[in-house]
């Protein structure tokens, strides 16, 4: 093993987007992955991935970093919160994200900063 950490989802969409300017510029599939390789120190195979999604999907959304945020719930609603997301499919840092966005726009318009 090389040592090498796997690229993180702001990384990865970052490298995408490079790719997409560099097709979007004309530049050819080839070349556009060398480019990428030297950019971002990668192999030339892992740089022609990033430039094939890029060509299939164009520019990607970076995903915003996040943070570990420990509260303490009731028990009853922290089930409440499980069953909800399960039964969504989606993870619970997805619901409580989206539940607390939610509440924090409409719940008092002075509080936003």
């Not at 509260?71 to 997301?85: E, G």
């Amino acid at each position: 093993m090389t040592g090498r950490r796997r690229a993180r989802a702001d990384e990865r969409a970052q490298r995408v987007n490079t790719a997409a300017e560099l097709l979007g510029a004309g530049m050819p599939v080839v070349q556009a992955s060398r480019a990428l390789a030297d950019r971002y120190g990668l192999s030339e195979r892992q740089a022609r991935r990033y430039v094939e999604r890029a060509h299939q999907l164009g520019p990607v959304p970076v995903p915003v970093p996040t943070v570990v945020f420990t509260v303490k719930l009731p028990a009853d609603l922290a089930r409440r919160v499980r069953a909800t997301a399960a039964a969504r499919g989606q993870p619970i840092s997805t619901l409580v994200t989206r539940a607390l966005a939610f509440f924090l726009d409409h719940a008092d318009p002075d509080a936003r900063r």
